[in-house]
């Protein structure tokens, strides 16, 4: 079974930037495309960004594109989350996750979509 271990957030004004970091065993990392998803409260889990096995692309919810940047590195084992401008709307607990296929992660709603998840960081960010 995959484990997930996201990390890397805080507290920060609108405007300023994050890294969250997640680091990722129980699955051959480099086999795997991987995500980010982020809950708020009172809202149903949606997707943020994913990026391809190779790290050559990657795909973003239309509200933080231009905004946050995946990336990945295979040989730790970990895929990260850079965010920038942020906004009090992107308050949130950001996961990770991880599937076979990109389109697996783009298209998953809600924390059912996948059997296992992480602790989750929390990001909040205030006006």
């Known amino acids: 079974q995959v484990q997930l271990a996201e990390s890397g957030g805080g507290l920060v004004q609108a405007g300023g930037s994050l890294r969250l970091s997640c680091a990722v065993s129980?699955?051959?990392?480099?086999?795997?495309?991987a995500g980010w998803f982020r809950q708020a409260p009172g809202k149903e889990r949606e997707f943020v960004a994913a990026?391809?096995?190779?790290?050559?692309?990657?795909y973003y919810a239309d509200c933080v594109k231009g905004r946050f940047t995946i990336s990945r590195d295979n040989a730790k084992n970990t895929v990260y989350l850079q965010m920038d401008n942020l906004k009090p709307e992107d308050t949130a607990v950001y996961y990770c996750?991880?599937?076979?296929?990109?389109?697996?992660?783009?298209?998953?709603?809600?924390?059912?979509?996948?059997?296992?998840w992480g602790q989750g960081t929390q990001v909040t960010v205030s006006s």
């Open positions: 990026i391809i096995r190779g790290g050559g692309s990657a």
């Open positions: 129980g699955r051959t990392f480099s086999a795997s495309a």
């Open positions: 996750n991880v599937a076979a296929k990109l389109h697996t992660l783009v298209v998953a709603r809600g924390v059912g979509s996948f059997d296992s």
